[in-house]
């Protein structure tokens, strides 16, 4: 870690300069992932509601958004369930629906490899879709910016929102409507936008790059689940987008 | 108990995915090809991700995820923050579905 900073030039005690660096640093990736932890809480309340009602007791309810942590394969994993589908099938549609991640961690930690295994072993537990949209478009310039803290921040942040919105959703599925995600669902979509606009505007050679992948998507998504048309889209989509993206 | 086991399995298939790239990338160098389209998957993830999931904000009526996303690309063109982003597309789909969902 290159903790000697601009901080060591006002302040010779280097100890508590890195240890204000590092809060610092933390703070900012809290504050960074407001717009996830926004979108994430709705989603994650319905889901405790959904799986609460369909016989999912509360307890095995919210163990499942902390170790599994990943949206729409729990929704899946809750339907499945409740149609009595107790067995392995539930563990490979989950595979098969979080695949995904595993491109976008090749993606993310190839940018990242400035940073020691030791702390990328736990912080890739935190990639979602919305933590890698986020995290991709941070530090463009110079990705040896980011720090370990930044990102523990962004997904400390939400990881906890998608775990505490199962748990309220859970102890108030009798109350509320399962339904309370279904507005909400579009701020992440928003936050995607959001994520590629400005990169847009730099580049429009990265504009079609995009387009040309949601086309890719919408045809696989014809014939593969939505995790595999993910997957193939991505890859052919980004392999495509090599040709059409010039320069750097 | 079984469900359990159960939710084990699903932690750990979902898991080994995010985690292997750590040991894979370490100290990788790559061809200059690999690193650009290792470079391009964050845009063409984020395309994929967007269309056409966005379609389905409303099922019955996909209108409503797309103006919600013209909404977005708007607030975005006018480079405000993210967040800003998000509340302006909400409110734009709460509203449509006001009007279009009696």
């Known amino acids: 870690m290159d903790t000697k900073n601009?901080?060591?030039?006002?302040?010779?005690?280097?100890?508590?300069?890195?240890i204000v660096t590092k809060r610092a640093e933390f703070l900012k990736g809290i504050k960074k992932a407001l717009p996830i932890v926004i979108g994430y809480f709705p989603i994650a309340v319905s889901f405790g509601v959904i799986s609460a009602q369909t016989g999912i007791p509360l307890f095995y309810t919210v163990l499942m958004s902390f170790m599994v942590y990943a949206g729409a394969s729990q929704f899946m994993a809750a339907n499945m369930l409740g149609m009595g589908i107790l067995g392995f099938e539930v563990v490979f549609a989950t595979f098969i629906l979080n695949f995904r991640h595993f491109i976008m961690s090749m993606s993310l930690m190839n940018?990242?490899?400035?940073?020691?295994?030791?702390?990328?072993?736990?912080?890739?537990?935190?990639?979602?879709?919305?933590?890698?949209?986020?995290?991709?478009?941070?530090?463009?310039?110079?990705?040896?910016?980011?720090?370990?803290?930044?990102?523990?921040?962004?997904?400390?942040?939400?990881?906890?929102?998608?775990?505490?919105?199962?748990?309220?959703?859970?102890?108030?599925?009798?109350?509320?409507?399962?339904?309370?995600?279904?507005?909400?669902?579009?701020?992440?979509?928003?936050?995607?936008?959001?994520?590629?606009?400005?990169?847009?505007?730099?580049?429009?050679?990265?504009?079609?790059?995009?387009?040309?992948?949601?086309?890719?998507?919408?045809?696989?998504?014809?014939?593969?689940?939505?995790?595999?048309?993910?997957?193939?889209?991505?890859?052919?989509?980004?392999?495509?987008?090599?040709?059409?993206?010039?320069?750097? | 108990m079984q469900l359990f086991f159960i939710i084990l399995g699903m932690a750990i298939v979902t898991?080994?995915?995010?985690?292997?790239?750590?040991?894979?990338?370490?100290?990788?160098?790559?061809?200059?090809?690999?690193?650009?389209?290792?470079?391009?998957?964050?845009?063409?993830?984020?395309?994929?991700?967007?269309?056409p999931g966005i379609l389905t904000v409303e099922a019955n009526l996909p209108i409503v995820g797309l103006l919600g996303g013209l909404a977005a690309i708007l607030l975005a063109s006018l480079k405000l923050q993210i967040i800003y982003i998000v509340f302006g597309s909400i409110g734009t789909v709460m509203l449509l579905k006001f009007f279009m969902l009696q």
């Open chain 1, 6 to 18: 601009s901080y060591t030039v006002n302040n010779p005690l280097n100890i508590s300069s890195s």
């Open chain 1, 111 to 248: 940018k990242l490899q400035h940073l020691p295994m030791l702390q990328k072993v736990p912080l890739s537990f935190g990639i979602t879709d919305e933590t890698f949209a986020l995290l991709s478009m941070e530090g463009n310039d110079d990705a040896k910016d980011i720090t370990s803290f930044f990102i523990a921040g962004v997904m400390l942040s939400a990881y906890f929102s998608w775990g505490l919105g199962t748990l309220l959703g859970g102890l108030l599925s009798m109350v509320i409507p399962a339904s309370i995600g279904a507005s909400m669902s579009i701020g992440l979509y928003a936050m995607f936008i959001g994520l590629l606009i400005p990169s847009v505007k730099d580049n429009y050679r990265i504009g079609i790059l995009a387009a040309i992948s949601g086309i890719l998507c919408y045809i696989f998504n014809i014939y593969l689940n939505s995790g595999w048309a993910i997957v193939m889209a991505t890859l052919v989509g980004s392999f495509i987008g090599t040709f059409i993206v010039q320069g750097e």
């Open chain 2, 15 to 51: 898991f080994i995915p995010r985690l292997l790239p750590v040991f894979i990338m370490n100290n990788l160098k790559l061809p200059a090809w690999g690193n650009k389209w290792l470079k391009a998957i964050p845009y063409a993830a984020l395309g994929a991700l967007i269309f």
